[in-house]
């Protein structure tokens, strides 16, 4: 079975405390295609969503130092949270309990014991709400589709032919309409937090983008927001 090495993929947050839980998960989320992060206490975890920003955070109720309950009051609190999808996971099945969960801001709830498929086709539910390029969805704005399942951007019905790194570009501004996206935020996004390199390459492809989309004889879609960074739409 091989292991994901996208550096773009979705990055998953386990937290949990205990160990045998921990490795399972993170074996069979990377299997399924998912960069995966750990962490054991709810503290830790707020500072695991504070750097690396996962799209998903699988949220033990019960945890030592800060409760599942109180972390994910947190987590969708804070600037790199509130965005993530966070999973509730816990032995609490009471109608009242699920209630709670999801009234302190979980975006789903899991009752153990569960079945790992079952789990991974709820971490997928949830990217296609925040992340659809992801799980294959294409998407459109205006007279801009992409599809990521055949790699293939037309605009007003023409074809357009964009490079790797300007097609993610693309797909994050249209998953996030509207959405002002600072150089870093991008340079996580489209070429992943392990990759160093300038924030001035983030222009360099902007303007390739911007280049391409207009080759059409289209207005440019892409803002340049002063002080912050760029969006679309």
Not at 17 to 33: H, T
Not at 37 to 46: F, N, P, V
């Amino acid at each position: 079975m091989t292991l994901t090495t996208d550096t773009t993929a979705p990055l998953v947050l386990i937290v949990d405390d205990e160990p045998a839980q921990l490795a399972l998960l993170s074996y069979n989320l990377k299997a399924a295609g998912f960069r995966v992060a750990t962490a054991r206490d709810g503290e830790e975890a707020l500072l695991a969503v504070a750097e690396q920003g996962p799209d998903v955070v699988l949220l033990d109720w019960m945890l030592p130092r800060l409760s599942g309950l109180e972390a994910c009051r947190q987590i969708k609190a804070s600037p790199q949270g509130r965005e993530a999808a966070v999973i509730m996971v816990s032995a609490r099945s009471e109608e009242s309990d699920r209630i709670r969960g999801l009234d302190t801001g979980a975006d789903d709830y899991i009752v153990k014991p569960y079945s790992v498929a079952e789990l991974i086709a709820r971490v997928r539910a949830n990217l296609r709400r925040l992340r659809p390029v992801a799980t294959g969805q294409a998407l459109e704005i205006d007279d801009i589709r992409l599809d990521p399942d055949t790699y293939l951007v037309t605009r007003a019905g023409e074809a357009l032919h964009l490079g790797p790194t300007e097609f993610r570009l693309l797909a994050a501004f249209m998953e996030r309409p509207g959405k002002v996206w600072t150089r870093e935020a991008l340079l996580d996004r489209v070429w992943g937090r392990e990759i160093y390199i300038d924030t001035r390459t983030v222009d360099v492809h902007v303007g390739r983008l911007r280049k391409i989309l207009c080759s059409t004889g289209g207005t440019d879609p892409i803002r340049t927001v002063r002080g912050a960074g760029y969006a679309m739409g």
